[in-house]
């Protein structure tokens, strides 16, 4: 009996040890708790009526109050593979949705920084070849505590089949370019030529404010430059520009009392003036719906 009360009085020790050690370092130091989870976010894709048509993108950054991205390699690959996208798809349209913070001070035209943000996304894909036209903006409060994981989606707007023998000019699906519709100009110019985009925009806001339910409504042509030249010459140039598309839509089609026109000159570029690209990007004329 005597040589078994070593090994028992052994175990008993070692269990006591064993007890003493986790009580110390779980209970004492905090070290046993389970690993926090992680949520990671998805990546970034294109959504066609429910399906991805492009994805396994990493997300666009933005930092608080500022609605241009911080692009990286993968974010220039997405934008080509956009492009790519919407040339082989000339009929669609793509809706642009920016998210944002609540308290996020938006320091551009739009209605909010979402919509900054959204259309920063679209001046970067007009930069390489997509008409302005083909674009809904829109923009999205997050609730608060939420984080800005996912900045920006992107989904195509597929045409609706066309009813043969229809005639009368459609406005419903022109409304995503009634706030902000964009024309560019060249360097030191104001001559404007519209294309058949901008043709077919002058008809579909034309029936849309004969609409009785839209009376209210009216339009605002805003012009704008680069940094070239001075404050006084590039003010009068962007009124140039301004005056040339509000002829342009009220020439046999909005009546003039619902066109205004202004210039804001250089003073609200739609992103820097450091290479001659961004630049072409702020000689423009925005037309919105008020």
Known sequence: MR?????????????????????????????????????????????????????????????????????????????????????????YKLRLTGNYLPGEKNKDLFNNMGESRAAAIRDLLVAKGISADRFDLKGNQLAAGASLDQPVSFDAIIPAPKEEGKEEIEYATAKQTFDDMVYYFDFGKADFNPDEPFKRYKEQVTAYLKDEANKGKKIQVIGHTDNIGSDAANMKLGASRAAVVKKFLTTDGVPANKVSSSSKGESQPAGPNDTEEQRQLNRRVNVKIQ
């Open 3 to 91: 040589a078994l009360a070593i090994p028992l009085v052994l175990v008993g020790f070692l269990g006591w040890t064993q007890f003493s050690s986790y009580t110390y370092v779980c209970k004492f130091l905090n070290q046993c708790e389970p690993a926090p989870t992680v949520v990671e976010t998805p990546l970034l894709g294109l959504n066609e009526n429910g399906k991805m048509a492009l994805e396994g993108f990493d997300q666009f950054s933005f930092k608080e109050n500022e609605s241009k991205p911080d692009l990286s390699d993968n974010n220039k690959k997405f934008l080509d593979e956009v492009v790519a996208y919407m040339k082989a798809n000339p009929d």
